[in-house]
């Protein structure tokens, strides 16, 4: 990309392959070091979803207008892959963590298989003490850090899907795939799978293959991120901004509404169904905008230079069209 297309600061989704061991603010301040590093434009980074340092796998990063959508990705969907070690229970409920709890019972695969559908649907869970939730306006981990006790109260989630995946030959350890809402706790899950196997268990490997519409097919690892900002650019690896709204309708809007709609007016008379919809001039996205009885409201507007080149010539043709009307009027 040359230096005049460098100077407009990106917009869209860079989807990262976080390796375990970097934390999710790592990994938003890795894309901005090879922004600066590359010459690109001051550009607003952020991510759609936190994953543990401990964890990998699946990390929107969303660059410039695409920040704004940033909280309806923390609202989405996860699926998980991760595997469950049996005979010991750490405080931390993962690798990290001190051992708490022995137990010589390894279930068979039939006995997992037969727990799973207690699992399903919407549960009660109780977060782990090692998490970030504030207890009293302290970090949780930080109070388990400091020796306290630290108690929980239970909060519904609901897991979508869960499933046993084929492992090598043994007892010790098995695979799930894990399709969950917002807010559980995978190590959660786990400590609890292996509560009712009556043993105990803690979380060996961690992979999230899939956040909202994003899946670890269209995942980039640091190293080849670099690589490609080295080259071709990042740009060449940009998702469009509306890829993170796949499963909201568009709203194709004309020049004139779409000047009202940037301006934060209100649309009236749409014939349109009640909902929440991505209002769209030509392949540009506006806004989203929630329609309500035929009035369609601004939720969040976006600034992006194709809209507002758009909005130029149609402003410039309307002059145009204006003093040839007045050139026609002259006797």
């Known amino acids: 990309m040359g230096d005049e297309r460098k100077a407009v600061p990106l917009s869209g989704w860079l989807i990262l392959d976080k390796p ?40 929107p990063i969303a660059l410039g207008e695409a920040t704004k959508l940033a909280g309806r990705m ?25 051992v708490v709890a022995t137990s010589d019972v390894r279930p068979t695969r039939d006995a997992v298989m037969a727990v799973l559908p207690r699992f399903t649907g919407a549960i009660a869970q ?40 084929p492992d090598a030959p043994g007892r010790d350890e098995v695979t799930l795939e894990a399709h969950v809402s917002k807010g559980t706790y ?32 269209q ?7 670099e690589e490609v900002a080295k080259g071709a650019g990042l740009e060449h690896l940009l998702l469009p901004l509306e ?26 008379g749409m014939p349109q169904s009640s909902g929440l919809y991505l209002a769209k001039l030509g392949a540009a996205p506006v806004a989203l905008m929630e329609i309500s009885d035929g009035t369609a409201k601004v939720v969040r507007g976006f600034n992006l230079p194709d809209v507002a080149e758009q909005e130029r010539e149609y402003h410039v043709g309307d ?10 009027e002259r006797p």
């Open 20 to 59: 375990r061991g970097l934390g999710s603010t790592q990994g938003v301040s890795a894309v901005k070091r090879m922004l600066r590093q590359h010459g690109y434009a001051k550009t607003k980074v952020g991510h759609g979803g936190t994953l543990d340092p401990l964890a990998e796998g699946v990390l």
């Open 74 to 98: 923390l609202d989405a969907s996860k699926i998980y892959v991760f595997t469950l070690r049996f005979g010991q229970q750490t405080d931390t409920l993962d690798t990290e963590g001190a």
């Open 126 to 165: 109780v977060p782990p003490a090692y998490s970030a939730l504030k207890l009293d306006g302290q970090r949780a981990y930080a109070r388990a850090r400091a020796g306290e006790r630290v108690e929980l109260t239970p909060r519904s989630v609901t897991i979508h899907a869960l499933s046993l995946l």
């Open 186 to 217: 995978i190590r959660s899950l786990a400590r609890d799978i292996a509560q009712a196997l009556g043993t105990c268990a803690h979380v060996t490997y961690l992979r999230r293959i899939k956040a909202g519409p994003f899946h670890e097919q």
């Open 219 to 225: 995942a980039i690892s640091l190293d080849n991120l």
């Open 243 to 268: 890829a993170g709204l796949d499963d909201i309708p568009a709203l194709a809007l004309d020049q004139a509404s779409a000047q009202a709609v940037r301006q934060g007016r209100v649309l009236s």
């Open 319 to 328: 002059r145009r069209k204006e003093a040839g009307n007045h050139c026609r």
